[in-house]
């Protein structure tokens, strides 16, 4: 019985330390999630140059990878991550918190409908624009400050 209740006190303790995001510093969050723009601007820069090039198996793995990027970016506005650390974020995203995550899902969901249509698609580059490029500025405008 005793054995039991260790392991029970165990997991406990196990599931209560494992680092959770509101353990990251604020530091760590705005520059993790700059860090993930940084590097989803460079996949799009290799998914464009890559599907002109008709490289859609490898084009559709970058795809892949944003929508995923995008997902794991929704854990990285918590209200404490509004200033400091030289964020381009608005408070504006605060403020309209399911708009700004639904333009997150949505950027998320565009990308493995552009891997889904790639391949058959008569205009690369409107594709690309339209499942794509359109979701930067469409969030960009309302939620990134001027830069
Ligand atoms: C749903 C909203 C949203 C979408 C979609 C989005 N961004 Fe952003 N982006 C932001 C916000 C907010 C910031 C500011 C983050 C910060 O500084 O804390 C940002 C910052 C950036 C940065 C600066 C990162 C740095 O190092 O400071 C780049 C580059 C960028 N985005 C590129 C893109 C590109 C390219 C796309 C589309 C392929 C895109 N973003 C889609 C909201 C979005």
Known sequence: M????NIFLLILLTLFTFPAYSELSVEEIIKGRQAIFS?????????QALSSDIEFEAAIELMNKMSENYKNL??????NSKEGFDTEALPTIWENKDEFN??????????????????????????????MWSNCKACHS????EH
């Open 2 to 5: 005793k054995l039991l209740k």
């Open 39 to 47: 590097e989803n601007y460079k996949t799009a820069k290799r998914v």
């Open 74 to 79: 929704l854990d990285y506005f918590p209200e």
């Open 102 to 131: 639904a333009l997150m899902q949505k950027a998320s969901d565009d990308m493995l409908t552009l891997a889904s249509v790639i391949e058959d698609a008569d205009d690369i580059r409107g594709t690309l624009k339209t499942y």
């Open 142 to 145: 309302k939620f990134r400050e």
